[in-house]
Protein backbone atom coordinates (compact mmCIF):
# COMPACT_ATOMS: atom_id res chain seq x y z
CA UNK A 1 0.00 0.00 0.00
CA UNK A 2 1.39 3.51 -0.60
CA UNK A 3 1.58 6.15 1.86
CA UNK A 4 2.34 9.57 1.96
CA UNK A 5 2.99 11.96 4.88
CA UNK A 6 2.27 15.62 4.70
CA UNK A 7 2.13 18.56 7.73
CA UNK A 8 -1.40 19.34 6.12
CA UNK A 9 -4.27 17.35 4.03
CA UNK A 10 -6.98 18.83 3.04
CA UNK A 11 -10.57 17.34 1.83
CA UNK A 12 -11.97 19.40 -0.66
CA UNK A 13 -10.75 21.49 -3.26
CA UNK A 14 -13.61 24.49 -3.69
CA UNK A 15 -13.32 27.76 -2.23
CA UNK A 16 -12.51 27.49 1.32
CA UNK A 17 -10.05 24.35 0.53
CA UNK A 18 -7.80 26.43 -2.25
CA UNK A 19 -7.31 29.78 0.28
CA UNK A 20 -6.11 26.72 2.49
CA UNK A 21 -4.10 25.10 0.39
CA UNK A 22 -2.42 28.24 -0.81
CA UNK A 23 -2.28 30.25 2.58
CA UNK A 24 -0.70 26.79 3.82
CA UNK A 25 1.84 26.55 1.10
CA UNK A 26 2.63 30.16 1.57
CA UNK A 27 3.94 29.45 4.78
CA UNK A 28 5.61 26.69 4.18
CA UNK A 29 3.85 23.69 4.95
CA UNK A 30 3.78 20.14 2.53
CA UNK A 31 0.49 19.82 1.51
CA UNK A 32 -2.02 17.23 0.09
CA UNK A 33 -5.19 18.69 -1.74
CA UNK A 34 -7.60 16.32 -2.45
CA UNK A 35 -10.73 15.93 -4.54
CA UNK A 36 -13.58 13.92 -5.89
CA UNK A 37 -15.69 15.68 -8.27
CA UNK A 38 -15.26 15.32 -11.99
CA UNK A 39 -15.56 19.21 -12.03
CA UNK A 40 -13.15 20.29 -8.82
CA UNK A 41 -13.46 23.83 -9.64
CA UNK A 42 -16.03 24.35 -6.60
CA UNK A 43 -19.63 25.08 -6.30
CA UNK A 44 -19.41 29.03 -6.69
CA UNK A 45 -18.09 28.62 -10.12
CA UNK A 46 -20.24 25.56 -11.62
CA UNK A 47 -23.36 26.10 -9.70
CA UNK A 48 -23.87 28.86 -7.86
CA UNK A 49 -22.21 32.55 -7.44
CA UNK A 50 -21.26 32.52 -10.81
CA UNK A 51 -23.89 31.60 -13.56
CA UNK A 52 -26.83 32.72 -11.26
CA UNK A 53 -25.69 35.67 -11.45
CA UNK A 54 -25.31 36.10 -15.19
CA UNK A 55 -28.58 34.79 -15.18
CA UNK A 56 -29.85 37.41 -13.20
CA UNK A 57 -28.10 40.43 -15.08
CA UNK A 58 -29.51 39.00 -18.50
CA UNK A 59 -32.73 39.54 -16.72
CA UNK A 60 -32.23 42.80 -15.46
CA UNK A 61 -31.31 44.03 -19.20
CA UNK A 62 -34.39 42.48 -20.40
CA UNK A 63 -36.63 44.04 -17.87
CA UNK A 64 -35.05 47.39 -18.96
CA UNK A 65 -35.39 47.35 -22.24
CA UNK A 66 -38.95 46.58 -21.75
CA UNK A 67 -39.46 49.31 -19.77
CA UNK A 68 -37.67 51.68 -21.48
CA UNK A 69 -40.36 53.77 -21.88
CA UNK A 70 -39.95 55.61 -18.66
CA UNK A 71 -36.59 56.91 -19.73
CA UNK A 72 -38.72 58.31 -23.32
CA UNK A 73 -36.89 55.54 -24.94
CA UNK A 74 -38.81 53.66 -27.88
CA UNK A 75 -37.86 49.67 -27.95
CA UNK A 76 -40.38 48.28 -29.94
CA UNK A 77 -40.03 44.62 -29.12
CA UNK A 78 -37.99 42.96 -26.48
CA UNK A 79 -37.68 39.54 -26.62
CA UNK A 80 -35.69 36.49 -25.23
CA UNK A 81 -33.66 33.69 -26.87
CA UNK A 82 -33.35 31.70 -23.56
CA UNK A 83 -30.79 29.15 -25.02
CA UNK A 84 -28.56 31.82 -25.77
CA UNK A 85 -28.58 33.43 -22.34
CA UNK A 86 -27.53 29.84 -21.03
CA UNK A 87 -24.72 29.71 -23.27
CA UNK A 88 -23.59 32.74 -22.50
CA UNK A 89 -23.66 31.91 -18.95
CA UNK A 90 -22.07 28.07 -19.87
CA UNK A 91 -19.36 30.41 -22.30
CA UNK A 92 -18.56 32.42 -19.10
CA UNK A 93 -18.85 29.77 -16.32
CA UNK A 94 -15.97 28.14 -18.47
CA UNK A 95 -13.81 31.06 -18.61
CA UNK A 96 -13.96 31.23 -14.74
CA UNK A 97 -13.52 27.40 -14.37
CA UNK A 98 -10.58 27.37 -16.30
CA UNK A 99 -9.23 29.95 -14.24
CA UNK A 100 -9.38 28.03 -11.07
CA UNK A 101 -8.42 24.76 -12.36
CA UNK A 102 -5.26 26.69 -13.63
CA UNK A 103 -4.29 27.86 -9.98
CA UNK A 104 -5.26 24.39 -8.43
CA UNK A 105 -2.67 22.59 -10.79
CA UNK A 106 0.31 24.97 -10.57
CA UNK A 107 -0.11 25.86 -7.06
CA UNK A 108 2.74 24.59 -4.61
CA UNK A 109 0.66 21.82 -3.39
CA UNK A 110 -0.09 18.12 -4.39
CA UNK A 111 -3.16 17.90 -6.07
CA UNK A 112 -4.85 14.55 -5.56
CA UNK A 113 -7.67 13.16 -7.46
CA UNK A 114 -9.53 10.76 -5.16
CA UNK A 115 -12.45 10.29 -2.67
CA UNK A 116 -10.99 10.46 0.38
CA UNK A 117 -12.08 8.67 4.08
CA UNK A 118 -10.88 8.73 7.06
CA UNK A 119 -9.47 6.07 8.66
CA UNK A 120 -8.31 7.08 12.09
CA UNK A 121 -7.83 10.52 13.70
CA UNK A 122 -4.52 10.73 11.84
CA UNK A 123 -4.84 8.75 8.48
CA UNK A 124 -7.32 8.79 5.55
CA UNK A 125 -7.40 6.51 2.40
CA UNK A 126 -8.07 7.15 -0.95
CA UNK A 127 -10.69 4.84 -3.19
CA UNK A 128 -7.02 4.40 -5.47
CA UNK A 129 -5.79 2.35 -2.24
CA UNK A 130 -3.16 4.74 -0.92
CA UNK A 131 -3.39 6.06 2.61
CA UNK A 132 -2.39 9.62 3.55
CA UNK A 133 -1.10 10.39 7.00
CA UNK A 134 -1.15 14.21 8.43
CA UNK A 135 0.08 15.96 11.44
CA UNK A 136 -3.52 18.56 10.36
CA UNK A 137 -6.17 17.79 8.19
CA UNK A 138 -8.94 20.23 6.48
CA UNK A 139 -12.24 19.32 6.30
CA UNK A 140 -13.64 21.21 2.89
CA UNK A 141 -16.00 19.49 1.31
CA UNK A 142 -18.66 21.71 0.91
CA UNK A 143 -22.58 21.39 0.97
CA UNK A 144 -25.18 18.99 -1.54
CA UNK A 145 -28.89 19.63 -1.78
CA UNK A 146 -31.09 19.07 0.67
CA UNK A 147 -34.01 16.56 0.27
CA UNK A 148 -37.37 16.92 -1.17
CA UNK A 149 -39.95 17.67 1.86
CA UNK A 150 -41.53 14.41 1.10
CA UNK A 151 -41.12 11.22 -0.88
CA UNK A 152 -44.25 12.08 -3.24
CA UNK A 153 -41.85 14.91 -4.53
CA UNK A 154 -39.70 12.36 -5.64
CA UNK A 155 -42.09 11.09 -7.74
CA UNK A 156 -43.72 13.83 -9.24
CA UNK A 157 -40.26 15.01 -10.50
CA UNK A 158 -39.06 18.29 -9.78
CA UNK A 159 -35.49 20.21 -10.63
CA UNK A 160 -32.67 21.20 -8.13
CA UNK A 161 -30.83 24.58 -8.85
CA UNK A 162 -28.42 22.64 -10.52
CA UNK A 163 -30.94 21.38 -13.12
CA UNK A 164 -32.36 24.60 -13.76
CA UNK A 165 -28.63 25.57 -14.85
CA UNK A 166 -28.42 22.95 -17.41
CA UNK A 167 -32.32 23.81 -19.20
CA UNK A 168 -31.97 24.90 -23.00
CA UNK A 169 -35.86 25.54 -22.94
CA UNK A 170 -37.91 27.79 -20.01
CA UNK A 171 -40.49 26.39 -18.53
CA UNK A 172 -43.95 28.23 -19.11
CA UNK A 173 -44.69 27.74 -15.42
CA UNK A 174 -42.79 27.32 -12.49
CA UNK A 175 -43.46 26.24 -8.69
CA UNK A 176 -40.58 27.50 -6.70
CA UNK A 177 -39.85 25.57 -3.09
CA UNK A 178 -38.17 27.93 -0.68
CA UNK A 179 -38.16 31.53 -0.21
CA UNK A 180 -34.18 32.00 0.42
CA UNK A 181 -31.81 33.08 -1.88
CA UNK A 182 -31.71 30.25 -4.27
CA UNK A 183 -35.06 30.02 -5.11
CA UNK A 184 -35.72 33.76 -4.96
CA UNK A 185 -33.16 34.50 -7.39
CA UNK A 186 -34.35 31.99 -9.64
CA UNK A 187 -37.95 32.55 -9.11
CA UNK A 188 -37.23 36.59 -10.55
CA UNK A 189 -35.13 35.15 -12.98
CA UNK A 190 -37.51 32.97 -14.74
CA UNK A 191 -40.66 35.60 -13.80
CA UNK A 192 -38.71 38.16 -16.20
CA UNK A 193 -38.27 35.83 -19.25
CA UNK A 194 -42.17 35.15 -19.21
CA UNK A 195 -42.07 32.32 -17.07
CA UNK A 196 -45.93 32.31 -14.74
CA UNK A 197 -44.02 32.14 -11.28
CA UNK A 198 -45.36 30.69 -7.86
CA UNK A 199 -43.15 30.98 -4.70
CA UNK A 200 -44.18 28.61 -1.48
CA UNK A 201 -42.25 29.56 1.58
CA UNK A 202 -42.75 27.98 5.22
CA UNK A 203 -41.51 30.43 7.00
CA UNK A 204 -43.77 33.41 7.72
CA UNK A 205 -42.08 35.50 5.30
CA UNK A 206 -38.99 35.30 3.09
CA UNK A 207 -35.79 35.24 3.68
CA UNK A 208 -35.77 34.41 7.70
CA UNK A 209 -32.29 35.59 8.32
CA UNK A 210 -32.88 39.51 7.33
CA UNK A 211 -34.86 41.42 8.59
CA UNK A 212 -38.49 41.81 8.50
CA UNK A 213 -39.17 44.98 7.24
CA UNK A 214 -36.20 44.06 4.31
CA UNK A 215 -38.24 41.01 3.71
CA UNK A 216 -41.65 42.39 3.24
CA UNK A 217 -40.38 45.53 1.12
CA UNK A 218 -38.96 42.53 -0.96
CA UNK A 219 -41.90 40.05 -1.38
CA UNK A 220 -44.29 43.80 -2.40
CA UNK A 221 -41.96 44.60 -4.87
CA UNK A 222 -41.67 40.50 -6.57
CA UNK A 223 -45.70 40.92 -6.36
CA UNK A 224 -45.95 43.77 -8.28
CA UNK A 225 -43.80 42.51 -10.88
CA UNK A 226 -46.08 39.29 -11.23
CA UNK A 227 -44.97 36.74 -8.52
CA UNK A 228 -47.48 34.89 -6.49
CA UNK A 229 -45.68 34.27 -2.92
CA UNK A 230 -47.44 31.95 -0.42
CA UNK A 231 -45.63 32.33 3.16
CA UNK A 232 -46.12 30.23 5.93
CA UNK A 233 -46.94 27.14 4.38
CA UNK A 234 -46.36 23.43 4.96
CA UNK A 235 -45.54 21.59 2.21
CA UNK A 236 -47.45 18.11 1.88
CA UNK A 237 -47.34 16.42 -1.50
CA UNK A 238 -46.70 16.62 -5.19
CA UNK A 239 -47.94 14.76 -7.80
CA UNK A 240 -47.89 14.78 -11.99
CA UNK A 241 -50.81 15.10 -13.91
CA UNK A 242 -50.30 15.16 -17.29
CA UNK A 243 -47.66 17.70 -18.95
CA UNK A 244 -48.11 19.76 -15.38
CA UNK A 245 -47.30 18.99 -11.60
CA UNK A 246 -49.62 19.65 -8.40
CA UNK A 247 -48.37 20.79 -4.96
CA UNK A 248 -50.31 20.72 -2.08
CA UNK A 249 -50.00 22.50 0.91
CA UNK A 250 -51.75 24.12 4.07
CA UNK A 251 -51.43 27.67 4.31
CA UNK A 252 -53.51 29.86 6.83
CA UNK A 253 -55.50 26.69 8.28
CA UNK A 254 -56.58 25.28 4.70
CA UNK A 255 -55.42 23.04 2.09
CA UNK A 256 -54.36 24.43 -0.93
CA UNK A 257 -53.01 23.19 -4.71
CA UNK A 258 -51.49 24.89 -7.31
CA UNK A 259 -50.03 23.75 -10.71
CA UNK A 260 -47.41 24.74 -12.72
CA UNK A 261 -45.28 22.87 -16.16
CA UNK A 262 -42.27 22.08 -13.46
CA UNK A 263 -41.23 22.54 -9.47
CA UNK A 264 -38.06 23.55 -8.47
CA UNK A 265 -36.75 22.26 -5.07
CA UNK A 266 -35.19 25.40 -3.46
CA UNK A 267 -34.94 24.09 -0.01
CA UNK A 268 -31.45 24.69 1.40
CA UNK A 269 -28.41 22.69 1.29
CA UNK A 270 -26.79 20.36 3.68
CA UNK A 271 -23.30 19.55 4.32
CA UNK A 272 -22.09 17.09 2.43
CA UNK A 273 -19.58 15.19 5.28
CA UNK A 274 -21.50 11.79 5.12
CA UNK A 275 -18.76 9.98 3.13
CA UNK A 276 -15.96 11.02 5.20
CA UNK A 277 -15.76 8.14 8.39
CA UNK A 278 -16.07 11.24 10.48
CA UNK A 279 -16.92 8.56 13.08
CA UNK A 280 -13.83 6.99 12.87
CA UNK A 281 -11.84 10.09 13.30
CA UNK A 282 -14.09 10.99 16.44
CA UNK A 283 -14.99 14.25 14.58
CA UNK A 284 -18.32 15.74 16.30
CA UNK A 285 -21.18 16.63 13.50
CA UNK A 286 -24.70 18.02 13.80
CA UNK A 287 -27.60 17.62 11.22
CA UNK A 288 -23.71 16.52 8.88
CA UNK A 289 -22.49 20.15 9.62
CA UNK A 290 -19.23 19.89 11.33
CA UNK A 291 -19.09 21.68 15.11
CA UNK A 292 -16.13 24.02 14.61
CA UNK A 293 -14.96 26.59 17.05
CA UNK A 294 -13.81 30.31 16.10
CA UNK A 295 -10.62 28.85 15.03
CA UNK A 296 -11.98 26.45 12.65
CA UNK A 297 -10.72 23.30 15.21
CA UNK A 298 -13.26 20.87 14.99
CA UNK A 299 -13.78 18.41 18.24
CA UNK A 300 -10.22 16.82 17.14
CA UNK A 301 -8.05 19.09 17.53
CA UNK A 302 -5.40 19.01 14.41
CA UNK A 303 -8.51 18.72 12.53
CA UNK A 304 -10.21 21.52 11.28
CA UNK A 305 -13.35 22.26 8.92
CA UNK A 306 -13.97 25.07 6.81
CA UNK A 307 -16.70 25.67 3.81
CA UNK A 308 -20.19 25.54 3.90
CA UNK A 309 -19.66 21.82 5.61
CA UNK A 310 -18.91 23.89 8.72
CA UNK A 311 -21.17 26.45 7.84
CA UNK A 312 -23.03 28.18 9.87
CA UNK A 313 -23.68 30.68 6.40
CA UNK A 314 -23.00 29.00 3.55
CA UNK A 315 -21.00 31.66 1.54
CA UNK A 316 -18.03 32.24 -0.96
CA UNK A 317 -16.25 34.88 1.20
CA UNK A 318 -16.79 33.24 4.37
CA UNK A 319 -15.55 29.76 2.93
CA UNK A 320 -12.18 31.75 1.77
CA UNK A 321 -11.94 33.46 4.96
CA UNK A 322 -12.59 30.25 7.10
CA UNK A 323 -9.81 28.28 4.89
CA UNK A 324 -7.43 31.23 5.58
CA UNK A 325 -8.15 31.44 9.11
CA UNK A 326 -7.63 27.40 9.76
CA UNK A 327 -4.29 27.40 7.42
CA UNK A 328 -2.81 30.09 9.52
CA UNK A 329 -3.84 28.52 12.76
CA UNK A 330 -2.18 25.41 11.43
CA UNK A 331 0.99 26.92 10.51
CA UNK A 332 1.18 29.45 13.22
CA UNK A 333 -0.44 27.67 16.43
CA UNK A 334 1.51 30.66 18.88
CA UNK A 335 -0.08 33.15 16.94
CA UNK A 336 -3.85 32.17 16.40
CA UNK A 337 -6.83 34.03 14.78
CA UNK A 338 -10.53 33.49 14.97
CA UNK A 339 -13.13 33.72 12.39
CA UNK A 340 -15.15 37.07 13.86
CA UNK A 341 -18.87 37.39 13.06
CA UNK A 342 -19.25 41.42 13.58
CA UNK A 343 -18.56 41.82 9.72
CA UNK A 344 -20.96 38.90 8.73
CA UNK A 345 -22.30 40.40 5.33
CA UNK A 346 -25.11 38.23 3.29
CA UNK A 347 -26.66 39.28 -0.10
CA UNK A 348 -29.51 38.36 -2.28
CA UNK A 349 -29.07 39.61 -5.91
CA UNK A 350 -32.69 39.94 -6.70
CA UNK A 351 -33.86 43.59 -8.19
CA UNK A 352 -34.32 45.09 -5.74
CA UNK A 353 -31.23 43.43 -4.59
CA UNK A 354 -31.24 43.29 -0.38
CA UNK A 355 -28.21 43.31 2.14
CA UNK A 356 -27.14 43.44 5.02
CA UNK A 357 -24.03 43.43 7.49
CA UNK A 358 -22.96 43.44 10.79
CA UNK A 359 -25.91 43.31 13.46
CA UNK A 360 -29.40 43.12 12.27
CA UNK A 361 -32.48 44.50 14.17
CA UNK A 362 -33.96 40.77 14.67
CA UNK A 363 -30.88 39.97 16.50
CA UNK A 364 -29.90 42.88 18.31
CA UNK A 365 -33.52 42.66 19.91
CA UNK A 366 -33.29 38.50 20.21
CA UNK A 367 -30.08 39.60 22.28
CA UNK A 368 -32.06 42.11 24.16
CA UNK A 369 -28.79 45.00 22.89
CA UNK A 370 -29.46 48.44 23.20
CA UNK A 371 -29.80 50.19 19.45
CA UNK A 372 -30.86 53.54 17.58
CA UNK A 373 -32.15 52.70 14.39
CA UNK A 374 -32.76 54.90 11.51
CA UNK A 375 -33.53 54.45 7.73
CA UNK A 376 -34.44 56.26 4.44
CA UNK A 377 -36.17 55.64 1.29
CA UNK A 378 -34.55 55.24 -2.07
CA UNK A 379 -37.78 57.18 -3.55
CA UNK A 380 -36.49 60.26 -1.57
CA UNK A 381 -33.21 60.43 -3.18
CA UNK A 382 -31.74 62.18 -6.12
CA UNK A 383 -29.86 59.44 -7.90
CA UNK A 384 -32.47 56.88 -7.08
CA UNK A 385 -35.22 59.38 -8.82
CA UNK A 386 -33.25 59.32 -11.72
CA UNK A 387 -33.46 55.70 -12.38
CA UNK A 388 -36.87 55.62 -11.00
CA UNK A 389 -36.46 53.52 -8.18
CA UNK A 390 -39.98 53.23 -6.41
CA UNK A 391 -39.22 51.05 -3.78
CA UNK A 392 -36.32 50.26 -1.18
CA UNK A 393 -35.04 51.81 1.28
CA UNK A 394 -31.44 51.93 3.48
CA UNK A 395 -31.59 51.04 7.48
CA UNK A 396 -28.24 52.19 9.73
CA UNK A 397 -27.96 50.67 13.91
CA UNK A 398 -26.10 52.83 15.97
CA UNK A 399 -24.93 52.53 19.77
CA UNK A 400 -27.20 54.92 21.63
CA UNK A 401 -24.45 56.67 23.62
CA UNK A 402 -21.71 56.20 21.64
CA UNK A 403 -23.04 56.71 17.58
CA UNK A 404 -20.84 53.37 16.87
CA UNK A 405 -22.25 52.10 13.74
CA UNK A 406 -23.52 48.53 14.94
CA UNK A 407 -25.00 47.07 11.45
CA UNK A 408 -26.97 48.42 8.44
CA UNK A 409 -29.45 47.07 5.54
CA UNK A 410 -29.44 48.17 2.18
CA UNK A 411 -33.00 46.95 -0.51
CA UNK A 412 -32.64 48.85 -3.27
CA UNK A 413 -30.66 49.05 -6.65
CA UNK A 414 -26.65 47.93 -6.54
CA UNK A 415 -27.48 47.11 -2.60
CA UNK A 416 -24.66 44.43 -2.91
CA UNK A 417 -21.95 47.04 -3.36
CA UNK A 418 -23.51 49.62 -1.48
CA UNK A 419 -23.51 47.62 1.95
CA UNK A 420 -19.84 47.56 2.05
CA UNK A 421 -19.52 51.05 2.64
CA UNK A 422 -21.17 50.19 6.37
CA UNK A 423 -18.90 46.61 6.20
CA UNK A 424 -15.93 49.00 6.00
CA UNK A 425 -17.20 51.85 8.78
CA UNK A 426 -18.16 48.67 11.22
CA UNK A 427 -14.76 47.14 10.60
CA UNK A 428 -12.82 50.61 11.37
CA UNK A 429 -15.43 51.16 14.10
CA UNK A 430 -17.03 54.78 12.89
CA UNK A 431 -19.39 56.29 14.37
CA UNK A 432 -22.77 57.79 12.60
CA UNK A 433 -20.85 61.39 13.55
CA UNK A 434 -17.84 60.20 11.70
CA UNK A 435 -19.86 58.78 8.38
CA UNK A 436 -21.39 62.11 8.35
CA UNK A 437 -18.46 64.06 7.91
CA UNK A 438 -17.02 61.74 4.77
CA UNK A 439 -18.18 63.49 1.63
CA UNK A 440 -20.24 61.86 -0.74
CA UNK A 441 -19.96 62.89 -4.36
CA UNK A 442 -23.50 63.93 -5.18
CA UNK A 443 -25.38 62.40 -7.38
CA UNK A 444 -24.73 58.88 -6.34
CA UNK A 445 -26.48 55.98 -4.68
CA UNK A 446 -24.04 56.10 -1.87
CA UNK A 447 -24.94 59.00 -0.70
CA UNK A 448 -28.18 57.86 0.93
CA UNK A 449 -26.20 56.40 3.66
CA UNK A 450 -25.69 59.98 4.92
CA UNK A 451 -29.48 60.45 5.68
CA UNK A 452 -29.80 58.16 8.48
CA UNK A 453 -26.28 58.66 9.93
CA UNK A 454 -27.10 61.99 10.11
CA UNK A 455 -30.95 61.22 11.85
CA UNK A 456 -28.96 59.14 14.43
CA UNK A 457 -26.12 61.82 15.02
CA UNK A 458 -28.90 63.87 15.81
CA UNK A 459 -30.41 62.26 18.40
CA UNK A 460 -27.37 60.96 20.10
CA UNK A 461 -25.83 63.35 22.91
CA UNK A 462 -22.89 65.09 21.93
CA UNK A 463 -19.48 63.80 23.32
CA UNK A 464 -17.02 65.40 25.14
CA UNK A 465 -14.49 66.75 23.54
CA UNK A 466 -10.58 64.58 23.47
CA UNK A 467 -8.11 66.11 25.44
CA UNK A 468 -5.58 64.10 23.34
CA UNK A 469 -3.12 66.50 21.58
CA UNK A 470 -3.35 66.45 17.51
CA UNK A 471 -0.46 65.46 15.81
CA UNK A 472 0.64 67.99 13.62
CA UNK A 473 0.37 67.16 9.75
CA UNK A 474 3.80 66.38 7.59
Known amino acids: MNYS ?6 IGGGSAGYAAASAAAAAGLEVALIERAERPEGLCILRG ?24 LNVPTVTSDFARVMARKDAMVEEFAAWRRHQL ?23 SGAVITADHFLI ?7 PAPDPSFESAGYLTSDDALRLTERPRSLIVLGGGAIGLEFAQFFLRLGTRVQLLQRSPEILRDFD ?26 AHAEGAEKTVRFEHAGRIETTRAEAILLALGRRAQTRELGLANAGVETERDRILCNARMQTSVPHIYAAGDCAGPRQIVHVAVLQGETAAHNIAYPDQPREMNDRLSLSAVFT ?17 NLPYLSASHPFSDHGKSMIMNVKRGFVKLLAAPQSGEILGGLCLGPSGAELIHEITIALAQRLTVQELVRIPHYHPTLAEIWTYPAEELANRIPPQPASTAAVPARA
Not at 351 to 366: H, K, M, V, Y
Request: net charge neutral.
Open 5 to 10: RYDLAI
Open 351 to 367: DPQIAQTGLSEREAQRR
Open 212 to 237: PDGAAELTKALEVEGMKLWAGTRLLS
Open 140 to 146: STGSAIG
Open 49 to 72: CMPTKALLYAAEVHHLARNSSIWG
Open 105 to 127: ESGNFDWIRAQARFLDPHRIGLD
